[in-house]
Nanobody
Framework: QVQLVESGGGLVQAGGSLRLSCAAS????????MGWFRQAPGKERLFVAA???????SYADNVKGRFTISRDNANNTLYLQMNSLEPEDTGVYHC???????????????WGQGTQVTVSS
């Protein structure tokens, strides 16, 4: 089992950048597939990005070229670098983990509480 704690959210103007972090407990972080999801008020949680244990990445179409997911297995940390932010990126960002690889966009077993990102126009 793994516990996940997100940080790095905040208020930013459109066009700005933020870097989210997700600290994971446990000694097996490197074996998990990790993902980021966004939930806007009153809407379903949506896939943003994922990274496998060997570093293969996947992104939602609307963040490709703007967001970068990465992981530091030595420090049990997942990151999401978000550039050129848009108001539509606003929401609570959750990191998630699972032991399987595919599909990368769903079926995650472990979730963090989330960090709020607000992009003003």
């Amino acid at each position: 089992q793994v516990q996940l704690v997100e940080s790095g959210g905040g208020l930013v103007q459109a066009g700005g950048s933020l870097r989210l972090s997700c600290a994971a407990s446990g000694r097996t972080f490197s074996t998990y597939t990790m993902g980021w999801f966004r939930q806007a008020p009153g809407k379903e949680r949506l896939f943003v990005a994922a990274i496998t244990r060997i570093g293969v990445t996947s992104y939602a179409d609307n963040v490709k070229g703007r967001f970068t997911i990465s992981r530091d297995n030595a420090n049990n940390t997942l990151y999401l670098q978000m550039n050129s932010l848009e108001p539509e990126d606003t929401g609570v960002y959750h990191c998630a983990a699972k032991t399987t690889t595919v599909p990368l966009t769903r079926n995650y077993a472990y979730w963090g509480q989330g960090t709020q990102v607000t992009v003003s126009s």
